[in-house]
């Protein structure tokens, strides 16, 4: 079982800057992907940004130079920085693990709301 806890969403104006932190609890060393991803009202939820064992990154190419991921595996902690934002970006943005270890088992975090004001 791994636990996963958003924070640091919030109100903010177009061209504004966002970190949002994902806190990992539990089975953490069973942890070979993490993610964040996006659902707005209507859409379906959509991957932001990944990252998988061993380092490597991805991004959805509307977020690619403005959004940068990263992980601090001493702190057990996931982070999402998000600069230059668009009203677009607004958001219910969740954090997600993949573990693996047979099956693949995805865990997921509650939420955090971001809505950026034009």
């Known amino acids: 079982q791994v636990q996963l806890v958003e924070s640091g969403g919030g109100l903010v104006q177009a061209g504004g800057s966002l970190r949002l932190s994902c806190a990992a609890s539990?089975?953490?060393?069973?942890?070979?992907?993490m993610g964040w991803y996006r659902q707005a009202p209507g859409m379906q939820r959509e991957l932001v940004a990944g990252?998988?064992?061993?380092?490597?990154?991805s991004y959805a190419d509307s977020v690619k130079g403005r959004f940068t991921i990263s992980r601090d595996t001493a702190k057990n902690m996931v982070y999402l920085q998000m600069n230059s934002l668009k009203p677009e970006d607004t958001a219910v943005y969740y954090c997600?693990?993949?573990?693996?270890?047979?099956?693949?088992?995805?865990?997921w975090g509650q939420g955090t709301q971001v809505t950026v004001s034009s």
């Open positions: 990252w998988v064992l061993g380092g490597s990154t």
């Open positions: 539990g089975s953490i060393f069973s942890i070979n992907a």
């Open positions: 997600k693990a993949e573990v693996s270890g047979g099956l693949t088992i995805d865990y």
